[in-house]
């Protein structure tokens, strides 16, 4: 039985707020089942936890043009795969993180058994900077802005419909999905009503509605 503390976090699915997603957990008590607060939505609820043998690996995290090393512990029978998302806990925050690559002897891999892995590449997916190239209302597409939001991961973006972010406003025309995002069925998406979450977005594709005329760049 893997042993806990009151006050300790975990990665847990929260049947309220996340059933298919691990959140972060503080334990209230431990014992044969432990008390489980979710710290997305404040539910209680009781957890078994299941005997688990964990192995160390390194994880290399990228977050808006930066990165950082940690260990993770995996568990040994896990099979790791490109798209799949973890909690990775560190003295200084806890960050979710989604995979990118596995480096193993052979190369970087796809997918690989957690005991092939030496190192987990991974990018940081709870707060994301998308990339935005912009241009103006009338249609012109040779003049063109380029910029960063920075949204959570999970922010929603849908063809058609129009956001403001500070001064910017302006309306959805297409989004360019990342490699390793999962579930959509083309690359880039362009027909109204087509959508998809921040952290799964590599650039959107806008038209301004904030401006009747632009500036010489």
């Excluded at 998308?130 to 929603?156: A, C, I, W």
């Amino acid at each position: 039985m893997t042993t806990v503390s009151p006050g300790e976090r975990l990665g847990l699915p929260c049947p309220a707020c996340s059933p298919d997603l691990e959140t972060v957990h503080e334990v209230l008590k431990d014992g044969g089942q432990v008390t489980v607060r979710c710290t997305e939505c404040d539910h209680v609820h009781k957890e078994q936890l299941p005997e688990e043998t964990t192995v160390p690996r390194d994880v290399v995290v990228s977050q808006d043009g930066e990165s950082f090393t940690a260990r993770v512990d995996v568990p040994e029978d896990e099979q790791l795969a490109v798209g799949e998302e973890f909690l990775l806990e560190t003295e200084e925050a806890v960050v979710t993180a989604r995979i990118t690559s596995l480096e193993t002897d052979e190369g970087r891999e796809d997918d690989a058994p957690v005991d092939a892995v030496e190192t987990i590449w991974s990018r940081a997916v709870g707060n994301v900077a998308v990339n935005v190239t912009m241009h103006p209302k009338d249609g012109r597409h040779d003049e063109t802005e380029s910029f960063k939001l920075q949204v959570p991961g999970d922010y929603e973006f849908r063809v058609g419909e129009t956001e403001a972010f500070g001064d910017e406003e302006f309306t959805v025309e297409g989004l360019h999905i990342r490699d390793d995002a999962h579930g959509y069925d083309f690359d880039k998406l362009d027909y109204e009503g087509d959508s998809a979450v921040a952290k799964d977005i590599n650039r959107l594709y806008v038209r301004d509605e904030s401006t009747t005329a632009w500036s010489a760049w």
